[in-house]
C-alpha cells in the first residue's frame, strides 16, 4: 500500500532554476528517504533523513522533514538537464522491518 | 553499497505461463526485497525474502502467485506464476547492506510484458 502523496506530480522548469518536492506520509516513521528513477532504470537513493531531524544537505539537495505535519520536501537547487528523472520518497516505518513504502513520485523535467 | 544483477532485463511473455526473475547480490545482506512497479506508477513493496524460509508477503500478494525463494544471503529468485496482462510490470529486487543505515539499493528491474 502507498504511505506517501507527492505533489506536484509533475514539474518542469528551466536549467538553473530550483525544483521543489512534496511528500505527505499518514503513520509514525524511522526515517525518511528520497530516490532517483531515470527512465526505465532502477532506483538510486539520494538522501535520508531521520525522524530526529529537521533538515539534511548533500550536495544541490536539501531535505526538510516536519515529523508533526508528516510531510518532507527535497529541493533540488541549481538544476540541471542532467536532472530529469521521477523522484520518490519513502517512508522507513518505527516497525523497522527494513522496508520502505514509496510515494506516488514526481517526474521532473529540466529543459536545457 | 551493493552491486545487483537482475536476469532477465526484460522479457515477452504468453498469458498463463510463469517466468523466474532472478537477483544476485555482490555482497552478504541483511535484508531483500522485492518490488512491482505498474507502468507510470510508483513501486509497491511485494514481499521481503527471508534467507531459508518463507518469504514475508505485503497485504495482496499471495505465495501461490508470486513464489520467493532466498537459499542464502546473496541469491533470491522471485516467480510471477500464471501470468495474465495485468502482471505487465517492471520487478525490483532490493537489498539493505550489512551494517548500513536503512537506505536500500536496487536492481535495474526485470521489465515484463504478458501478451
Known amino acids: 500500500s502507498q504511505q506517501g502523496e507527492e505533489d506536484p506530480q509533475a514539474l518542469s522548469i528551466q536549467e538553473g532554476e530550483n525544483a521543489t518536492m512534496n511528500c505527505s506520509y499518514k503513520?509514525?516513521?524511522?526515517?525518511l528517504q528520497w530516490y532517483r528513477q531515470n527512465s526505465g532504470r532502477g532506483l538510486v537513493h539520494l538522501i535520508l533523513?531521520?525522524?530526529?531531524?529537521r533538515e539534511k544537505h548533500s550536495g544541490r539537495l536539501r531535505v526538510t522533514l516536519d515529523t508533526s505535519k508528516k510531510s518532507s520536501s527535497l529541493l533540488i537547487t541549481a538544476s540541471r538537464a542532467a536532472d530529469t528523472a521521477s523522484y520518490f520518497c519513502a517512508t522507513g516505518l518505527t516497525s523497522n522491518t527494513g522496508k520502505l513504502i514509496f510515494g506516488q513520485g514526481t517526474t521532473l523535467q529540466v529543459k536545457p | 553499497s551493493a552491486v545487483i544483477s537482475q536476469k532477465p532485463s526484460r522479457d515477452i511473455c504468453q498469458r498463463g505461463t510463469s517466468l523466474t526473475i532472478q537477483c544476485q547480490v555482490d555482497s552478504q545482506v541483511t535484508m531483500m526485497f522485492w518490488y512491482r512497479q505498474q507502468p507510470g506508477q510508483s513501486l509497491t513493496l511485494i514481499a521481503t525474502a527471508n534467507q531459508g524460509s518463507e518469504a514475508t508477503y505485503e497485504s495482496g500478494f499471495v505465495i501461490d502467485k508470486f513464489p520467493i525463494s532466498r537459499p542464502n544471503l546473496t541469491f533470491s529468485t522471485l516467480t510471477v506464476s500464471n501470468m495474465s496482462p495485468e502482471d505487465s510490470s517492471i520487478y525490483l529486487c532490493?537489498?539493505?547492506?550489512?551494517?548500513?543505515?536503512?537506505?536500500?539499493?536496487f536492481g535495474e528491474g526485470s521489465r515484463l510484458t504478458v501478451l
Open positions: 533523513i531521520r525522524s530526529n531531524e
Open positions: 503513520t509514525s516513521i524511522n526515517n
Open positions: 532490493s537489498v539493505r547492506p550489512l551494517g548500513n543505515t536503512g537506505e536500500l539499493f
